[in-house]
């Protein structure tokens, strides 16, 4: 069996790490397309370096732009690519561009579709990240669910046929990594001097207007002790256009982390502070409490079990910080760490059955 792993952006290099591993050990024949959605290598090519993820089969080099053009030219460049390797699966994974472009590329060229990742739900509209999720769901073949919570909005949307409960492989690497750093020294030497705060921040609606960005700067640069803002390259680039790209108060700007480094970031913060779907659930997992800047979460169980709050900019962050007092818990709502093993044997189940 051979199945074709697209990914393009920073939490699809880390879900394919423990993939890789395990379809090894299954022997299950694996090409690798990066669509390079994300080109810069501190959000791209360190990632396969430090996961120790075979490098990528083949490279589209597609970069930035408006979604629809951006989208479309990876459709294009997939769908050759799709038909040269003749997969058993296209295995796509989350809800980037890249995501959504692959499954409409293996759609049409009626090649099975399986999503990893599948049944998340912002139920935001506004997000372009949940209309990918959504179309990429209601084209797949084969749903892996991360979570109870991600079975039901798939039973809710009439795709329980298609849907299996794997757990989520973040967690499977997020522990690999968690046991490999965490007697290292802190990533950032400021970072040891006293208590700190990382933040993320990268999604259009808290980035692409000044208001909103200088709202956001000014409430992280209140806050009682340093945060450590880790800039993704879009958001220097607002930043800097808008001038607010300098450290004020006990806000410090810094460039992205390697993933092992953000890892072990997060282990010694007071809190995380981001927009970021994965980041929540990894501060979780840490249990690092975490201050999520949007109205709405896809990893709900974060928020039920108290150890992430939703804040807009400016005093709900300030607020949140102050108020964060979670409560201990030994919940596993995202598996014990052994989903991308449980993926394996699920494609190699359905693809027995689809040849018998």
Not at 140 to 149: F, G, H, I, N, R
Not at 274 to 291: V, Y
Request: proline share 7%; charged share 20%.
């Amino acid at each position: 069996m051979k199945v074709m792993s697209v990914v393009g952006a920073r939490p699809q290099f880390v879900k394919l790490a423990p993939i890789s591993r395990a379809f090894k050990e299954e022997g299950i024949e694996h090409v690798i397309v990066h669509t390079g959605q994300h080109y810069d290598p501190l959000m791209s090519d360190s990632f396969f370096s430090e996961l120790a993820i075979p490098r990528p089969d083949v490279h589209l080099s597609v970069g930035s732009g408006p979604h629809g053009q951006q989208t479309g030219q990876m459709l294009i460049e997939l769908e050759k690519v799709t038909q040269d390797n003749a997969p058993s699966w296209v295995l796509v994974y989350g809800d980037t561009n890249s995501t959504l472009a692959a499954a409409l590329a293996a759609a049409k060229l009626q090649v099975p579709i399986a999503h990893l990742e599948a049944g998340l739900r912002s139920f935001n509209r506004a997000m372009p990240e949940e209309h990918n999720r959504v179309l990429t769901d209601h084209s797949a073949d084969l749903l892996l669910a991360p979570t109870d919570v991600a079975m039901k909005h798939l039973a809710d949307e009439g795709l329980s046929r298609r849907s299996v409960l794997v757990g989520d492989v973040m967690t499977d690497v997020l522990f690999h990594v968690r046991d490999q750093v965490k007697d290292r020294a802190l990533p950032i030497a400021a970072m040891g001097d006293h208590p700190y705060y990382i933040a993320t921040i990268h999604r259009p609606q808290n980035t692409d207007t000044p208001e909103r960005l200088a709202a956001l700067v000014d409430s992280l640069a209140a806050l009682d002790d340093p945060v450590f803002l880790l800039a993704h390259p879009r958001l220097q680039s607002k930043a800097k256009e808008w001038n607010l790209y300098q450290d004020v108060g006990t806000l410090r700007w810094c460039d992205p982390l390697p993933y092992p480094q953000l890892v072990r970031a997060a282990m010694g913060a007071k809190a995380v502070i981001t927009d970021s779907g994965g980041l929540q659930k990894e501060a979780f997992l840490l249990r690092t409490p975490c201050i999520t800047v949007r109205t709405e979460t896809e990893w709900v169980e974060t928020v039920e079990l108290g150890w992430n709050v939703l804040a807009a900019p400016g005093h709900d962050i300030q607020t949140a910080v102050k108020n964060l007092n979670p409560m201990p818990t030994q919940a596993t709502p995202y598996g014990e760490g052994q989903a991308a093993t449980r993926v394996a044997e699920v494609l190699l189940e359905k693809e027995g059955s689809r040849q018998s």
